[in-house]
C-alpha cells in the first residue's frame, strides 16, 4: 500500500486528522525541526511519516536556482521554444509531463525528473508570458497564505466552497 494510503488509513482510524502531523521519508531519513520554523499552527502533512521536516530549499540555494532558471530560459530560445511555439502547446507539454509524475508517484519511483521537467515547461509559459517564477510563486501566495478550509478525503477544500 502507498504511504499516503497508510497515512490517510491510520487518520481515519484514530478518528482524528486535525492534529495529525507527518514527515516525508528521506534518503537519509526524517529530520525533526523546530516548530517555530513554520508561521502557522496548522501541521504540515507528509506522505507516510510522523514530524515535521524543514523545507528542501533554502536561501543559500537561490543563486544555483536563478543560475538553472537563466540555463532553461537560454535554452528554450536557442529552441526557438519561445517564439515557435504557443502558450497552449506548452500547456499541452506540461500536462504530458504531469502525467509522467503521476505514473511516478504511483510507482514510488524517484519524481525528481517529473518535477524538474515541469519546472522547464513553466518557465517556458513564464518567459512568453513576461513572468518570472518568483511573481507566480508571489501572486500564489498572496492568494493562500491566509486561506482556511479542511482537508476532505485528502483534498483541501477552501472555506468557503464548504
Known sequence: MHPDQLAKEKMLKDGSDDNVVFTTTTEDGATPVNPDFYSTSTP?????CSKRDEPKLRSDSDDRLQSLVDQVIGWHHARNLICGSSDKDQTVKLLQELGELSDNV????????????ML????????????????????AWDDIKDRKGKMI?????KEQDL
Open 106 to 117: 504511483c510507482k514510488n519511483l524517484d519524481i525528481r525528473d517529473d518535477i524538474g521537467d
Open 120 to 139: 522547464v515547461v513553466l518557465i517556458n509559459i513564464a518567459e512568453r508570458n513576461g513572468l518570472s517564477l518568483a511573481d507566480c510563486l508571489q501572486k
Open 44 to 48: 504540515m502533512c507528509f506522505s507516510g
Open 153 to 157: 478525503d485528502g483534498i483541501f477544500v
